[in-house]
Each structure stands twice: as structure tokens, then as C-alpha cells.
Nanobody, 123 residues
Framework: QVQLVESGGGLVQAGGSLRLTCAASGNIFRINTMGWYRQAPGKQRDLVAAITSGGSTNYADSVKGRFTISRDNAKNTVYLQMNSLKPEDTAVYYC?????????????????WGQGTQVTVSS
């Protein structure tokens, strides 16, 4: 089994910064793409940023220039540095990962979600 454990959410004033961390543990052969999604009340869950195992990144237009995603492959951890936060960034942020497993000579990939961490930006 695999667990994704998020931390770093909280309450911050507009213009402030937060850093989210997501650590994966368990039966892991390799982690492919890792990402952060967010879901505000009454809205769908949307991609915020993603990073491949090779370090290629992708961002939602609304966070470009303000958020930075990074990862430490040795620690199976992904980070989201959020600067210049706005009230519209308020949401539950979820970590997501495509994780490759092996069972003997059999390999397979599953997608996992973290439990979510609340980010609230006050105006």
C-alpha cells in the first residue's frame, strides 16, 4: 500500500506565502508524475501544478509566476511553494501521484491521492 501525506496548509493573509509538502511512502518502485490539485467549495477539483520524474513542470494559468512545484526523488516528496497568495487561492489542496509498483517481475502503475490540506487566504 501507498500513503501520500500532505502538510503545510494553513491560514495566511493575501500576499503571503505557504509551502506545501507531500511525502509518499509504502511499496514504491518508482514515482512518475506528481502533482497538486485544489478544490474550492462547490467547485470541481482542478490541476494546480504537476512535475514529471525528469523535472518537467506544468502550471495552471492562474498560478504561473506565483507558485513553484519541485520534488526530491530520493525522498519521494513533492513540494508546492506558493507566493503572492490571493483569496481566490483558498481551497483544499490535494497531492496526486502516479506510482509504479513491482511484484516480482510484474510491474503496474496506480494513481493515488492524499487526504488534502486546507489553504485559506484572507483579504
Amino acid at each position: 500500500q501507498v500513503q501520500l501525506v500532505e502538510s503545510g496548509g494553513g491560514l495566511v493573509q493575501a500576499g503571503g506565502s505557504l509551502r506545501l509538502t507531500c511525502a509518499a511512502s509504502g511499496n514504491i518502485f518508482r514515482i512518475n508524475t506528481m502533482g497538486w490539485y485544489r478544490q474550492a467549495p462547490g467547485k470541481q477539483r482542478d490541476l494546480v501544478a504537476a512535475i514529471t520524474s525528469g523535472g518537467s513542470t506544468n502550471y495552471a494559468d492562474s498560478v504561473k509566476g506565483r507558485f513553484t512545484i519541485s520534488r526530491d526523488n530520493a525522498k519521494n516528496t513533492v513540494y508546492l511553494q506558493m507566493n503572492s497568495l490571493k483569496p481566490e487561492d483558498t481551497a483544499v489542496y490535494y497531492c496526486n501521484a502516479d506510482i509504479r509498483h513491482n511484484r516480482g517481475s510484474y510491474y503496474y502503475t496506480n494513481n493515488y491521492w492524499g487526504q488534502g490540506t486546507q489553504v485559506t487566504v484572507s483579504s
